[in-house]
């Protein structure tokens, strides 16, 4: 699936995937290949990336690696769509 992570400042990544889990104001749920349609607000906490992706240098310093190999983005609030293996985070 194609992610898409947008800040106010720039689009900080974009590119193929395996799964996104994000820190959605009901709790932490995570996105597949072919994930239902959903639209959610995220509250604080942690973007986590699972898959082989490249950071622009520019940003790299804004996302960390867990010990799982995850990448991992901080946010305080944001949105999230998933439609059609297209998910697009417009974070904080």
Do not use: C, W
């Amino acid at each position: 699936m194609y992610l898409e992570i947008v800040s106010p400042e720039a689009t900080l990544f974009a590119g193929e995937v395996t799964s996104v889990t994000v820190p959605g104001v009901n709790g932490e749920f995570q996105m597949l290949t072919d994930h239902a349609p959903i639209v959610s607000l995220l509250q604080a906490g942690d973007v986590k990336v699972d898959g082989n992706i490249d950071i622009d240098e520019a940003y790299a310093s804004r996302f960390s690696k867990t010990d799982e190999g995850k990448t991992v983005l901080a946010i305080t609030s944001g949105t999230i769509e998933m439609k059609d293996n297209r998910v697009i985070v417009l974070a904080d």
